[in-house]
């Protein structure tokens, strides 16, 4: 586990709350937006960001992250804007924690040894690609747990107690729960078949679990935060995001802080979270 | 290639993995892999099991046709002027082309794993109309997903569909195509894993489905093999196919792939020409990388973005390949080769003519190949070409580029 990504979980945790990690793509609309949105997000409350790799096929996101993806190639995202995104971020900020997230191809098709190098010195502390299971781990996995980086797999409704132990192998920095078979701005399931399965995974790992998928108001956030260490917001920021903009994709005045006032109310749910569970 | 098969086989691949030397692999989602692994078992089972193998041989004679003809190409042969040209004709199988012959063995597999819906992906419509005849027949509900490019141009396909029972869905996302259907159909399996089961068209995807639509379509090589040495005495000098994903010409190509002397040219559509990028010629334009599950070759621009090919066969339009076909077109065994539209269209008129037989669009890409190569062969040479599928859903496409008015 990256030191950053250690520490940020630690001192969360000491604070008696759970962490809350967002996630944007990379891009979107625009490189200089989106750097905009990287640097409010932990000034709102973020506690790890998740940066957004823009693929041509997202095949496991819904329609919001879909379109986001095509905003962000449209306005020219490449994988090396995106590492170029997080090393500017992390000239201003030392603490966040980034993780990438994305698929697989971009990253073969840039070279796995020269994506390793290159992320670790944007300063990138995790990876999560949605279409490398553990059958596939010598790809990207192994190497990049060689060199430091976590790698965060996601565990689902359908990793049962046979596989679990598989998919948490090589999983270091936390495990990202999806809360359920589908694919990213689904509806949320009853929170308390979340907290059931959150209580599973822990009973098989020391890692911290952070549930993703669904997740939309400071109030789910809140009630996912009760059981969980901590929460994923995406389809949400993204929606918020996507309804600033004019009607050509253009960001306006409102993308930046829209993000902003969205990430500061889930701010607020995940710090009642702990005081709800106490109730 | 680290891992080739046995060295004295072509025919020993995947491996456990489902790896074809560098290709192949199950690049999926979490929430997919169980639902794989379970698909593999059965699959395992199913090969070894006599009630199975009765039931897709029955299915195949009595529903199906099977097996479909060998016919002679008389007068083609004759106007071509060389080599004695055979066509398989899978076109005259129920449903039209040799997607029924996957589609079949797929939903017995489904019924075993107790899966109550059935999903598809098409592009021309062949793989959705033969997926909404087996799931009529097999009485399970179906939603089968295509381009919306695509529902405007195979119109017939989609009230064959309809007609069937199936419930079709245009997908808008990209270029409303054949892949953009695979990731809605993807999108839809991840949501329902307990109930359905996803039948996918073509030999690639994530293991084991290029093995498994491989091992359903070789029906067509093996049953050609025997009539062309009950016709002939001898195995032909060249097979021909069309490629797309490429599970026709897997289909033919694989039992004759340990035969030395037998030459396989694998057609991939050229579309307006390989120099831009209105074309689908992933192997012979594309590079590796990593798509729908599997490695494979693919049309990508210098980020991993996936390009949208082009073909003027909705069936060709899909910017990858089986990862067999990659496999064997870096082990040289088999040559790829493109055509272009206007080849294709032009092979499609002349068969007509010279043989009472509309071609679909796609295997008419093969049968350009053939016209090319046929005259420069002698007359003691046998060309064998998998006529995949029948023309009839490409009428109205043809005749509106050929200026035919209503």
Redesign the interface.
């Known amino acids: 586990m990256t030191a950053r990504m250690e520490k940020r979980f630690a001192d969360v945790a000491a604070e008696g709350r759970p962490v809350l990690v967002t996630y944007f793509m990379g891009g979107d609309p625009d490189f200089d937006t989106s750097f905009a949105i990287m640097k409010a997000l932990p000034k709102a409350g973020a506690d790890v960001i998740e940066l957004g790799m823009p693929f041509s096929d997202p095949m496991a996101d819904g329609p919001a992250i879909q379109l986001a993806g095509q905003r962000s190639l449209k306005g020219g995202q490449t994988l090396v804007k995106t590492l170029e995104l997080a090393r500017l971020f992390r000239g201003e900020d030392q603490h966040t924690p980034i993780v990438l997230m994305g698929y697989y191809n971009p990253i073969y098709i840039y070279g796995v040894d020269r994506f390793l190098t290159d992320a670790l010195e944007a300063g990138i502390d995790g990876l999560i690609v949605v279409d490398l299971p553990p059958e596939m781990d010598d790809e990207l996995c192994i190497p990049a747990l060689k060199r430091n980086i976590n790698f965060i797999r996601l565990a689902t409704p359908t990793t049962d107690d046979r596989r679990l132990p598989k998919v948490l192998e090589n999983t270091s920095g936390f495990v990202y729960y999806v809360s359920m078979t589908g694919i990213t701005g689904s509806a949320l399931p009853d929170p308390s078949l979340i907290a059931g399965a959150v209580e599973r995974i822990k009973s098989h790992t020391e890692l911290p679990v952070c549930v993703g998928f669904g997740v939309k108001t400071a109030e789910h956030a809140r009630a996912i935060g009760a059981s969980a260490d901590g929460v994923v917001v995406g389809t949400a920021i993204v929606n918020q995001i996507a309804s600033s903009l004019t009607e050509e994709g253009r960001a306006t005045d409102a993308t930046v802080p829209g993000v902003e006032a969205l990430v500061k109310g889930l701010s607020v749910g995940v710090r009642a979270a702990r005081l709800a569970a106490a109730e | 290639m680290n891992e080739a098969p046995k060295l004295n086989s072509f025919k020993a691949g995947p491996d456990e993995?489902g790896r074809f030397g560098i290709f192949g692999?199950?690049?999926?989602?979490?929430?997919?892999?169980?639902?794989i692994l379970d698909l593999q078992d059965e699959w395992n089972k199913a090969k070894s099991d006599p009630t199975f193998k009765a039931d897709l041989e029955k299915l195949g004679a009595h529903y199906i046709g099977r097996p479909s003809p060998l016919y002679f190409a008389e007068r083609l042969t004759a106007e071509l002027g060389g080599a004695k040209i055979y066509f398989k004709r899978e076109e005259l199988n129920h449903t039209g082309s040799h997607k029924i012959n996957n589609c079949i063995g797929q939903i017995l597999l489904a019924k075993r794993m107790g899966k109550t819906r059935i999903i598809a992906e098409t592009g021309a419509g062949q793989h959705g109309v033969a997926s909404a005849t087996v799931a009529a027949r097999f009485g399970l509900p179906c939603v089968v997903y295509m381009g919306a490019t695509d529902v405007e141009r195979q119109a017939p396909n989609v009230f064959r569909m309809k007609l069937l029972g199936a419930e079709v869905k245009p997908v808008t996302?990209?270029s409303g195509t054949l892949?953009d259907a695979m990731?809605e159909a993807?999108?839809d399996w991840?949501?329902?894993?307990?109930s359905t089961y996803y039948l996918i068209g073509t030999a690639a995807g994530p293991h084991p489905y290029p093995e498994m639509v491989r091992d359903f379509q070789s029906v067509i090589g093996q049953e050609a093999k025997e009539q062309i040495l009950a016709a002939e005495g001898r195995l032909p000098d060249l097979v021909i196919a069309a490629v797309g994903g490429g599970s026709n010409a897997i289909g033919i190509f694989h039992p004759f792939l340990d035969d030395e002397g037998v030459k396989i040219v694998g057609v991939e559509a050229g579309g307006k020409g390989l120099d831009g990028d209105e074309h689908c010629a992933s192997i012979t334009a594309g590079s590796p990388?990593?798509?729908?599950?599997n490695?494979t070759y693919?049309l990508?621009d210098?980020?991993?973005?996936?390009k949208e090919g082009h073909s003027i066969s909705a069936g060709l339009d899909y910017p990858g390949i089986g990862p067999e076909h990659a496999w064997l077109n870096d082990v040289g065994r088999v040559e790829y080769v493109p055509i272009m539209d206007h080849e294709a269209l032009e092979a499609f008129q002349t068969l007509t003519r010279l043989e009472g037989i509309i071609p679909a669009l796609e295997p008419s890409h093969a049968l350009a190949e053939v016209i090319k190569r046929a005259p420069k062969m002698g007359k003691d040479e046998i060309i064998l070409m998998n006529l995949s599928g029948r023309g009839d859903k490409d009428i109205f496409t043809v005749g509106k580029i050929l200026g035919m008015g209503q």
């Open positions: 993995e692999g199950r690049f999926v989602a979490e929430t997919l892999m169980p639902l996302a990209g892949k990731n993807l999108r991840v949501t329902n894993v307990d990388g990593v798509l729908h599950g490695r693919l990508q210098g980020d991993g973005q996936i």
